[in-house]
C-alpha cells in the first residue's frame, strides 16, 4: 500500500477514535437530564459532529485533489504511526 493510502487511512481511524471519546465519557459519567447541562451537553454533542464532519470533507476532498490532508493533531499521530 502507498504512503498516502496508509497516512489517510490511520487518520480516518484516529477520527473514529475521537468519534468515540464522547461516548466513553458519557458512560463513565451520567449525562444531564434538564437546565443547562443538557444545553451544553447538547451543544458539545454538536460541536464534536461538526467537527469530525468538517475534518472528513476536508479529507475526501483532498485526497480526490491528490494532496495531502494533514489535519492539525492527527496528522501528526497518524505520520508517526505509519512510520
Do not use: C, K
Amino acid at each position: 500500500m502507498s504512503r498516502f493510502v496508509r497516512f489517510n487511512a490511520m487518520q480516518a481511524m484516529l477520527l473514529d477514535i475521537l468519534l468515540v471519546l464522547p461516548r466513553l465519557v458519557e458512560s463513565i459519567l451520567t449525562p444531564p437530564t434538564s437546565g443547562p447541562g443538557l444545553q451544553m451537553y447538547a451543544h458539545s454533542q454538536s460541536f464534536v459532529w461538526i467537527f469530525i464532519t468538517v475534518w472528513v470533507v476536508f479529507g475526501i476532498v483532498s485526497s480526490l485533489m491528490g494532496n495531502w490532508a494533514r489535519i492539525p493533531f492527527i496528522a501528526d499521530a497518524a505520520e508517526q504511526q505509519i512510520r
